[in-house]
């Protein structure tokens, strides 16, 4: 399709990535005149080129980079600005084995989980929705999965159980999340369960962001 000399953006794939990450621009009019290289920002910030053609480029995302558009200049022009979705980091000097886990309010809940039987400080960190990270719990050792159901408690699989004893067990504890009253921190209990369904004679209760056995 004709540009009239303005390069196009039609797709940037994958649509979201992290500093340092590659993604592949497609449109054209990328190349107007032989032997050019046209110019890649991800907002204000220049990006370094991989490949230049007339149909699409590789492009790799700057450190540093910010805002949620993607351009590409030319000798003769520029593009119109492209949504894109850049990751910034929120936080740093965790220990996540495994997935993090989000609830409705836009808190993210993440491990840091150790090595096996080691104990840490904090063993799970809360993350609020403007980035703050508050220790949650310090007495779940070695925690890795995470899930939360549709009442708000969040699910915990730790991975410190003797495997001699229990071949195939895995600790699960389930922590209400919701905020204490006057506190932002979460209430609740927890149940260890064996594989196969067994459950072993563990209840938790979740108070100011520790793990209270009963």
């Known amino acids: 399709m004709e540009t009239n000399g ?31 290289r046209p110019h890649v920002r991800f907002g204000e910030t220049e990006a370094s080129l991989l490949i230049s053609t007339q149909n ?3 492009a790799r995302v700057p450190e540093g980079a910010a805002g949620s558009v993607v351009s590409v200049e030319t000798t003769r022009a520029a593009s119109q600005p492209f949504a894109f979705h850049l990751g910034v980091q929120i936080a740093d000097n965790l220990h996540p084995v495994a997935n993090p886990a989000v609830d409705v309010e836009g808190n993210i809940y993440v491990t840091y989980s150790g090595n096996r039987g080691q104990k840490v400080a904090v ?18 050792l070695n925690p890795t ?13 730790c991975r410190n159980e003797s495997k001699d004893e229990y071949p195939s067990l895995y600790s699960a504890a ?41």
């Open 145 to 157: 999965g995470l899930a939360l159901d549709r009442e708000g408690y969040l699910y915990v699989t």
């Open 123 to 140: 063993s799970l960190y809360k993350i609020t929705p403007n980035y703050q990270v508050k220790p949650f719990v310090t007495e779940l």
């Open 6 to 36: 303005i390069p196009r953006i039609d797709r940037i794939q994958p649509a979201a990535a992290i500093p340092g990450g590659d993604v592949t621009i497609y449109g054209a009019g990328f190349v107007p005149r032989p032997n050019t």
């Open 174 to 214: 389930a922590l209400r999340c919701a905020p204490a009253e006057g506190r932002d921190h979460g209430f609740g209990h927890a149940v260890k369960r064996g594989g196969c369904g067994k459950i072993l004679a563990n209840l938790y209760r979740i108070r100011c962001g520790i793990v209270q056995a009963e």
């Open 56 to 58: 699409y480029l590789i």
